[in-house]
């Protein structure tokens, strides 16, 4: 008799572990952790693993029980964040090498006299002699001999990582492909070539994405290193998957550095649109709060991509999910200082987390909603204290609110000092939420506002008030929907090319032949990760820009004339103007690839004979005074 086979679906956050499991029956099972729990576990999302498939703690868990393993995770984002990544190794064509440092010379703040550059992910670098022009003429031949002497100068000294970036590398490739061979033979483990992490045009993008690639991989490879670890027997290709921040997933031996910035946020805008479309909606913002910050979205019938972003300082040139983020989640700290309200952009997260936690931590976003009344101590898991069987500290947290109260004087209450604080996260949010809406020209009031992560619920009501927005989603699963995303999501894979040219009829050849080159490498590269021929799509897109601009707009690969046509109507959109005098080039040929999903049935749902019963009453605060509300099980909850 075959053992039955489960799929895990985890979103590892900064704050809490989720865990969706399916069984092989395909029902749901969730579960969540804090991520970081040293007294009681290793790993949050093996423990989970684990705790559904009783294994206890630190035995290794056999594959034969799982069909997949899909997962998002923030150690790469958190090693990037706080600059503890690996050390990196910089080899650009001589005279180039502070270029990166240099950058685009922009002044965040115009008027600061402090000025504090982002810190440096590359700890050296090596200068190449070598020179290809723009034209593929070499004007300086690559000096092998100096190159090997230098890179093993670097080695010698410990350097395991390198980023190689030369000039018109993305286009011309012998010289970092030779670069590349003789890093290999001195050993190093990590080799991030620009031309594989990023084939585009803009030394400083390009540069900054393959040292992001060679900086975070290595620390990448370790986590999933210890996760495999973890397991009896080898995993299979497409058995143990990690999200990528395009919204797709890659297996484990392909998930880089580049790809996973925003690996757990995609799962969740995933899981946001997929329940949007079920219940009927087409136009959504999705707004996903954790425990360490809320990440919004905008939805409106195709996913949002940006191509070129700056993360904590570092200029990015890879596809990811248009998703902005703010520190304002349930572990942003709160503080009363010179005399006003300020929520974030610290966190609590896990250890030691929120006050209520009893861990010793901060008054947080969460401690706000406990001292209201949102939160029940009697609904919540009681996880807390030495023993791990203690509720949400309530009375601590009510008494540190009228401590405020006390220092601000003027009658104030503790529950109107924790309004005041609330006010403020929420103004947090609305703020996010317009700028990937109105700001770019969208009516957020068309919209459905689906309220997702563990404390979006408790906010979703007061941030669509202040927005303007009459409907709100909460699906069943709200609470994990980023990793139930994952686990909807399909294996993708995506490349570029650098195109450059007037758009117009005889170009179309060249595209044509662009794509086919590309499909060809991407089905290749889901085969490796066990996806079958015939289940692989493509998606083809341009990239548009008027020339003389740096702005760009993606759309539908088509004839020229529909590609103009589309492109004009989103920079009318987004800008409020046309400039017809100027050419559009094609800038970039995008195809996208993908495969492998599960896609789970529609359930039918017998309607609600009558109102439902609640569980008990309760009281919150709102608006200035206590109101009484019902408190239900959303699994007793029935349709209409």
């Known amino acids: 008799m075959t053992e039955p086979k489960w799929e895990f679906w985890i979103d590892r956050g900064g704050t809490f572990t989720d865990v969706v499991a399916r069984s092989s029956a395909g029902e749901l099972q969730t579960c969540k952790f804090l991520s970081e729990n040293p007294e009681s576990y290793d790993d949050a999302a093996l423990h989970g693993i684990r705790h559904i498939l009783g294994v206890g703690e630190g035995e290794r868990i056999s594959l034969d029980q799982i069909s997949a393993i899909k997962m998002g995770t923030t150690v790469a984002t958190n090693a990037l964040l706080e600059r503890k990544g690996e050390a990196t190794l910089l080899a650009i064509t001589r005279g180039m090498g ?27 670098v090596i200068e190449i002699d070598e020179r290809i022009s723009a034209d593929g003429t070499i004007q300086t031949p690559l000096n092998l001999e100096g190159a090997r002497a230098g890179l093993q100068d670097a080695f010698d000294e410990g350097f395991r990582s390198i980023a190689i970036v030369l000039m018109h590398g993305y286009k011309f490739l012998q010289h970092e492909q030779q670069l590349a061979e003789v890093a290999r033979e001195i050993g190093f483990m990590q080799i991030s070539v620009s031309h594989e992490v990023s084939p585009l045009t803009k030394i400083v993008a390009r540069g900054d994405t393959t040292i992001v690639d060679a900086y975070l991989t290595p620390i990448l490879r370790r986590y999933i290193d210890r996760i495999s670890g973890a397991f009896v027997e080898q995993q299979e290709p497409g058995q143990i998957l ?69 993360i904590a300082g570092v200029r990015m ?79 601590a947290v009510q008494r540190e609110f009228a401590r405020i109260a006390e220092e601000i004087g003027a009658n104030q209450s503790a529950e109107t000092v924790a309004e005041g604080f609330l006010a403020v996260a929420v103004e947090h949010m609305a703020q996010a939420i317009k700028k990937i809406s109105v700001s770019r020209g969208y009516d957020v009031k068309q919209y459905t506002l689906n309220c997702f992560g563990g404390a979006g619920g408790q906010h979703a009501l007061l941030v669509a008030d202040r927005l303007g927005i009459s409907k709100i989603l909460l699906h069943p699963l709200a609470g994990v929907l ?40 991407n089905a290749d590269d889901l085969a490796a990760q066990g996806v079958a021929p015939g289940q692989v799509t ?39 103007f046309l400039a017809p005098e100027k050419d559009v080039l094609l800038d970039m040929l995008v195809v996208e690839s993908e495969g492998g999903s599960w896609t789970r049935p529609e359930v039918e749902i017998e309607p609600e004979a009558g109102p439902p019963l609640p569980l008990a009453s309760s009281q919150f605060y709102s608006g200035g005074e206590w109101r009484e509300a019902s408190i239900f099980d959303i699994a007793d909850l029935k349709a209409g």
């Open 98 to 124: 502070d270029v990166i440092e240099i950058g685009y010379q922009a002044r965040p703040k115009t008027f600061a006299l402090n000025i504090e550059k982002p810190e440096k992910l590359y700890s050296r």
């Open 242 to 310: 990690f999200m990528q921040s395009s919204g797709g997933l890659a297996d484990a031996a392909k998930f880089r550095g580049r790809d996973a910035i925003l690996s757990g946020p995609a799962g969740g805008i995933v899981g946001c649109v997929h329940a949007a479309k079920l219940a009927g909606f087409d136009k959504v913002i999705g707004f996903d709060m954790g425990g360490t910050s809320t990440d919004v979205a905008h939805y409106a019938g195709e996913f949002e991509k940006l191509y070129e972003t700056e």
């Open 317 to 395: 040139r890879v596809p990811m999910l248009h998703i902005h983020t703010v520190a304002a989640g349930g572990g942003s700290i709160l503080k009363f200082e010179d005399g006003r309200f300020r929520v974030g952009p610290e966190s609590a997260g896990a250890d030691p987390g929120p006050f209520c936690y009893r861990r010793g931590g901060p008054l947080a976003v969460t401690d706000i909603n406990l001292c209201l009344g949102k939160l029940q101590p009697d609904h919540f898991p009681a996880i807390f204290g030495p023993s791990q069987d203690q509720p949400l500290d309530a009375e």
């Open 482 to 521: 980023s990793a139930y995303g994952i686990g909807l999501a399909r294996i993708h894979t995506e490349r570029q090319k650098s195109i450059g040219t007037d758009l117009d009829q005889e170009l179309m050849q060249k595209v044509a032949h662009g794509v086919a080159e590309l499909e060809a490498l």
């Open 538 to 576: 493509h998606h083809a897109q341009a990239i548009l820009r008027y020339r003389g601009t740096e702005t760009t707009i993606g759309v539908a690969l088509a004839d020229p004339a529909r590609m103009i046509a589309d492109f004009e109507e989103g920079h009318k959109r987004q800008f409020g």
